[in-house]
């Protein structure tokens, strides 16, 4: 009863089939085969305009290839202090901008807010001798569970536009987000200001492909290139477009990501005072002490303690093929610590 | 009748089986899965001496990571005029090392050889003015169809080591080479003086994974970080690992590659007095006029022109799962037109 | 009566005549000529064992490079939040390491603590998925015009070494710090566990040339090719070298460092109760209202706000060729406030 | 009696003096000081059209430094196989441009000529898979001491935009090239379509400074902040605008040129039949046997042999500085070989 990481979700028997559907010869390699020339028009149509989509093996190269795309070497990135860029990614922004800094911002809930950047952008003179502010990044889902609303996004995004910054969104879990909030994909992204966004899959029912979306298809010029230079354009492209266009054409990301945070919710209703963060994706971060953890573990329940939120603080990720038993099992034990 | 490229090739069935296999949840994301933790006793084993094996999605990634394992920002990499990290990597080398140079020898039938490098090495300082040589790469089997052999490569591999060179090998076609030559792995690398190896999977049979390969194991440190922070440690490692032990463990990638290599040869036989290099691997240099390929064309055949060999030069590569009939009509063709 | 930066001091005519005297031709350019071949040497004299020093252009080319020298572009470098290689530098150490992160530590007076940095450490994971921490960067004398004892230095570099890290010290007031310890410049570097420091010339009496020094020879391997590529390596080499030679051949770094120390201890002794910070360099931060701040200027000195310290702080920072005058002024000025 | 190379000339007394007229305290560091702000100006007048111009301390700083401005990291230069750029600064463009790859391209006289770059333009796709050329490095005068006519820079720079590539023009040597053309230093630089400008003055009589000139100023927005983190903007800046403005506000500038230029002519009078290259600039290049290259030398003149032109080859290098007697020496010299 493993709790402890959607990466140790399996795949999805529509991507897998995906999979195999695309496994003969085919004459086009690269990008020109019949799944890969396919991601463009796939992508305008689930965003309601047209988007340039390449597809990555990771959500760390979306992220970094996103925001190469974006932000000059001498450039720096607004984020969370708990984001995943700076939090989990070894420096992989540095490595694909050419020497990006991450400017850090702390808020509660995994969120960023406007007072927070003012107060840090006051701190920062932006003068030559400074590094140079040229874009902001969110989370959505942010690494503590929570989702930004539509207005949200909106805000921070107009906050960066007028700082004549550009709008990057790490979506990791942007299923479980857009699944959450039940809006429009474009509602959080392109609508709201969102210039880039890492499209994740992989934790959500995908295999190995993640998808890098650019909102605006004339910044995309360079976009090619660095993925081709950083060893990610697949010279079988069709493996990754096929697991990308499955999950998308037909709604499998919403409708893997809606059970996932069903579970979620599931878990947080058995538990409603012990909740750090509001449940709005499939995480739950629970207050439980030494002894309760030791108590779960015991049962079989595996998740890690989460320092980040504290010494009693306990992260629960629950899969999009978390077996409903456990889900059960789990809240049960929850309950019954009490 | 697609003799274009072997990134046309299909997924070997024993491959697409494997990655099914791995399909369900697993325990452990990244590298701890059951399949990651496995690769590098069977890349060991295979190459009869302890190495580190780690999964890459593409050969210019394995080509870049590898090197920037062995070669400083401000360094040198004595390479061949043709050399696909040169001619089709976008840059790769200078974007994983932090901006190290090909330093480019040419050399005939896609080969170095000991006189070019001494010209080259000669005309190189090699003072503080100067790029600073640190590796010396070769290409095996070569972007001309050729295989260097044992001798050969401890020949250039001792030319390096003379001068401090660490010795990369980019084996995007590694197999064919070997099953050409009919020797043990071992014999074409380590053996031979060469410290790290782009082990080829995806042209002869894989799906979506290659691997680097460090003979000198205490030479890895830096390895896992430079590979997570380019984005290529996958979170469900499991499926590029699957991939390629599915490759190694029961000798299907020489398989393969024997089959691509007849292939290639049966060409080869039907025009001899047209080969531009000997057929050594999976690929066939001819001289055909204008003329010719116009006819082969009509015939509906499909291959390169290649420039490089001069102006009545045509490539044709056979695939691992190239249909026989389609390389007997292609031998029935070229025969035909003398 | 300007007490806005040490950037605005003169050049000390010793320095002004060491230039003069280098003007003719001179058969060796680049490193060869006869001033830059004594550098090392007169380094080694300095600090008391033997040493490489290379002159670079800037405080920022200093620290850039020294810790270029140190830290891998995957690797993480511990230094306090208001560190002039994190607020100052536009991103310098990124870009000569070729991509390494700053990992920010608060401390009270500018000066870093053990206790914070293990705060720091024990949140910091360190496996492969986080930067690496590969250096810890100290400033003497600190942002704070503080400077730290050599029990200090051994105390933090002692820490470091603990956990395999390199230490960095950005000296760009070393000589203040140095002057007002009263210690010998081995004392607070190398004896105390200092790998690499930017020793600074130009806010002392110098002109345009800074030193890096390392005092681990073995590890200077890199270094000369990295400062030719950085464009640090003058064809002229003479000019540099002997404005470092004029400062530290015959004690004239200490002298004018202990002159501005003196200026600066004038003043903090005028007005002891507003002091946010102990005067241990040439800096003074006070404690002032805006209507006290702007009666100085009304006076007519100048000197900034220093917001970092907080809305009624200001800085003063005393050059070692200030008006005996000017300093009087001051001190007798502030008195009069209270 | 050396001629090995005008690094080791001397700096002009006028120069010196500028430097030593800016010695004193000064209230503005960085770029602020009275010096530093008239650099546009006078820039601007020497070029007849509105430029930016910024002080760097070498050569190999100016060229890196101002292709970072024009190409990015996964652009490729053309340049000739012999541009210092390639041959003598250790890697720098990589480096500063974040891993630009140089384009090599031969030329007999260290010219590049069109059909040259035709010819390996067309041996070049561009795909997504290449580096993509994004400039073209001139080199004025060339390393053969030949220098470029308007004409033939006008239909090189036509060449490079018709390929939407900017231009870059290596100036160590531009005040030889102008003063042998006798041409407005704009008739070879922006009026013939060069973007930027590395404007040499230590080889002819600065002490320690270049300067970039970007004619397209809109095109600078990114060079202060480069140059910044580059480490290059000193904080006593007026000590490198002195040198640029002693040498351009009055035309010494040329006047050392000239001087220089007057020697090298008189010398390739001396041995026309020996001249390997027509002699354009301040260099000689000549054809000179083993034993008339040690008679040569037994009579105390230095030179460098200069293998790059073949065995039998010579370089002579006239400073502003060379006292005429030593020129007329070797041209005696070089007259009683015959």
Redesign the interface.
């Known amino acids: 009863m493993?709790f402890?990481?959607d990466?140790?979700?399996?795949?999805h028997?529509t991507v897998?089939k995906a999979?195999?559907d695309a496994?003969?010869?085919?004459?086009?390699?690269?990008d020109a085969d019949r799944w890969s020339t396919r991601l463009d028009a796939a992508f305008s149509a689930l965003f309601e305009t047209p988007v340039r989509a390449f597809a990555?093996?990771?959500?760390?190269?979306?992220?970094?290839?996103g925001l190469a795309a974006l932000v000059?070497?001498?450039g720096?990135i607004w984020c969370h202090t708990e984001a995943h860029i700076h939090?989990?990614?070894?420096?992989?922004v540095?490595?694909?901008t050419?020497?990006?800094?991450?400017l850090?911002v702390p808020g509660a809930g995994g969120k960023l807010g406007i007072e927070a950047l003012d107060a840090a952008a006051s701190?920062h003179r932006g003068d030559?001798?400074?590094?140079?502010p040229a874009a902001l990044s969110l989370t959505q889902a942010t690494e503590s569970g929570t989702s930004y609303s539509p207005d949200e996004i909106a805000a921070l995004a107009g906050w960066a536009k007028a700082r004549d910054l550009q709008v990057h969104m790490d979506g990791a879990r942007f299923a479980n987000a857009v699944a959450h909030l039940g809006c429009a994909p474009a509602d959080v992204t392109w609508r709201a200001g969102v210039d880039v966004l890492s499209f994740g899959c992989?934790?959500n029912g995908g295999?190995?492909s993640e998808a890098v979306i650019l909102f605006q298809p004339d910044r995309a010029a360079?976009l090619?290139?660095?993925r081709?230079?950083?060893?990610?354009?697949?010279?079988?492209g069709r493996?990754?477009a096929a697991q990308l266009l499955a999950m998308i054409e037909d709604g499998l990301w919403l409708e893997t990501a809606r059970g996932a945070n069903a579970g979620a919710a599931r878990i947080a209703a058995a538990a409603p005072s012990r909740l750090l963060h509001p449940v709005q994706a499939n995480e739950v971060f629970l207050r439980l002490t030494e002894a309760e953890r030791a108590a779960l573990r015991a049962l079989g329940f595996?998740f890690y303690d989460w320092?980040?939120d504290g010494p009693e603080a306990a992260r629960f990720v629950v899969?999009w093929?978390q077996p409903p038993d456990a889900v059960e099992a789990l809240a049960g034990a929850l309950a019954a610590l009490a």
Chains 1, 2, 3, 4 share one sequence.
């Open positions: 493993d402890l990481s990466n140790a979700a399996g795949v028997p897998l999979v195999a496994a003969g010869p085919e004459p086009s390699g690269y990555v093996p990771s959500g760390t190269a979306a992220n970094g290839l000059p070497g001498y720096g939090i989990d990614e070894a420096g992989a540095p490595f694909f050419g020497g990006a800094s991450l850090l701190r030559v001798h400074q590094i140079q992989i934790k295999m190995s360079s090619p290139v660095r081709k230079r950083a060893g990610m354009m697949p010279s079988k493996f990754a595996g320092e980040l899969r093929d």
